[in-house]
């Protein structure tokens, strides 16, 4: 009785069992751990984590060297590392990764970190290398900030990207007051990125 019991077990219910567990994870299936940028020598320009899969500095640091010294040689755009899915591209002397968990889908998060490239693109005028950028790190805030949120994609259209972020760069009424607020806070932002 017994076997023909386990027998039913794994031919009716069980293989529901995962199924519907899946259909409960979908969500996070669209989800982004981390956005980074790295110089050509693996040195952070950007870092954005949103969980808590690297919780101390040291560990990011640590994560951001290992995955620089993985990709900066090779020509592919997809790397498996750590347990994540790191989907990566370069530019002169840039390195974009887009982070996600090992069941991510792949093809999402190329979509985000096309759709910051290409914003990134329009916004510095093609000209996508360190030192534009690093002149331009509140645009780069807004942008990321456009694109996802909290770990969920809000938008992979760069048009739209590069236009919100403009629209938030011309609505604030420009109070001497506000423009030091937000200046201060993308300060502040670009501060505890770079902070090591």
Same mark, same amino acid.
């Given at each position: 009785?017994?076997?023909?019991? =386990?027998? +039913?077990? =794994? ?11 899946? *259909? ?11 956005? &980074? ?13 949103? !969980?808590?899969?690297?919780? =101390? ?27 994540? +899915?790191?989907?990566?591209? =370069? ?14 889908? $792949?093809? #999402? &998060? ?12 329009? #916004? ?9 950028? *690093?002149?331009? #790190? ?7 900030? $456009?694109?996802? !949120? ?37 300060? $502040?932002?670009?501060?505890?990125? *770079?902070?090591?």
């Amino acid at each position: 009785v017994g076997h023909t019991h =386990s027998d +039913t077990e =794994s031919g009716g219910r069980q293989p529901q069992e995962p199924d519907s567990f899946h *259909l409960l994870q979908e969500p996070s299936l669209y989800t982004v751990k981390a956005v &980074l940028i790295l110089d050509n020598d693996g040195e952070r320009l950007y870092a954005k984590y949103y !969980d808590d899969t690297y919780p =101390s500095v040291k560990e990011q640091k640590a994560f951001e060297k290992n995955i620089f010294n993985k990709t900066h040689r090779t020509d592919s755009e997809i790397a498996l590392l750590e347990g994540l +899915t790191v989907v990566y591209k =370069s530019n002169i002397d840039l390195y974009f990764y887009v982070i996600g968990s090992s069941h991510e889908n $792949e093809l #999402m &998060l190329m979509s985000v970190l096309n759709c910051l490239f290409d914003s990134l693109s329009q #916004m510095l005028r093609k000209n996508v290398e360190k030192r534009a950028l *690093l002149e331009n #790190m509140e645009g780069l805030f807004l942008a990321v900030d $456009e694109i996802v !949120d909290g770990g969920v994609i809000l938008e992979s259209d760069p048009q739209q990207v590069v236009h919100r972020v403009a629209l938030r760069g011309d609505d604030v009424p420009l109070t001497e007051q506000t423009v030091t607020q937000v200046l201060q806070s993308a300060k $502040e932002q670009i501060k505890w990125s *770079l902070l090591r």
